[in-house]
């Protein structure tokens, strides 16, 4: 096999810091050898699984199990690769997979005569046959999100700065209830652009 390398752009090394650490991959720009690019594909694959495996509530364990065989197929494919584009390509086709299947179910338009006709109909993008997508929030979860929006520019107009926030929790005892239906009674405005819009 020729030496193979990829020219790794600054935004991959960020999302690589930003899941694994500054320390392991900070300064992983430029140009790649094939086996480090491997590495970090394989990296990346057994955390998708165990992200999935630690956080993803199912409707049914038909979905689990088919998630998990997705991911492990992944794991494994990317092991027998023996070129960069080979790899690259089942990288693609596997994370595009593990997507669809999140979402609902991959699509399935191979025969297609509506796809033939009119290929961006919302029906050929509907992926609700077998299960509807839904994110759910409980109350610690809302009061992270607030947290995060008052750290960032598009969200924090009308949201106290992160630091009183925090002071406000700790004066509510850490109960994240209370401290939502304050944060709405108190920063309505806020409360319907971080929730609602």
Not at 13 to 32: Q, V
Not at 36 to 51: F, M, T
Not at 88 to 112: C, H, Q, V, W
Not at 144 to 152: E, P, T, W
Request: hydrophobic share 30%; net charge positive; aromatic share 10%.
């Amino acid at each position: 096999m020729k030496k193979e390398t990829i020219d790794i752009e600054h935004t991959f090394e960020i999302l690589m810091s930003n899941i694994f650490g500054k320390k392991t991959h900070h300064g992983d720009t430029g140009f790649m050898k094939y086996q480090d690019w491997k590495r970090n594909l394989q990296k990346i694959s057994k955390r998708i699984k165990q992200s999935l495996e630690a956080t993803v509530i199912t409707s049914d364990k038909y979905h689990e199990r088919e998630l998990i065989t997705l991911c492990n197929e992944f794991i494994n494919e990317l092991e027998k690769q023996k070129s960069i584009d080979t790899l690259n390509t089942k990288a693609i086709e596997y994370m595009t997979r593990i997507i669809f299947s999140l979402i609902g179910n991959e699509p399935n338009n191979i025969d297609s005569i509506e796809m033939k006709e009119s290929p961006k109909h919302p029906k050929q993008w509907t992926l609700n046959k077998l299960r509807t997508i839904q994110y759910s929030q409980n109350w610690e979860q809302k009061y992270n999100l607030i947290i995060q929006a008052s750290k960032d520019p598009q969200y924090n107009k009308g949201v106290p700065q992160t630091k009183d926030l925090y002071n406000k929790n700790i004066e509510l005892r850490n109960d994240h209830k209370k401290f939502i239906e304050w944060f709405k009674e108190n920063h309505k405005d806020a409360y319907i652009r971080i929730f609602c819009i």
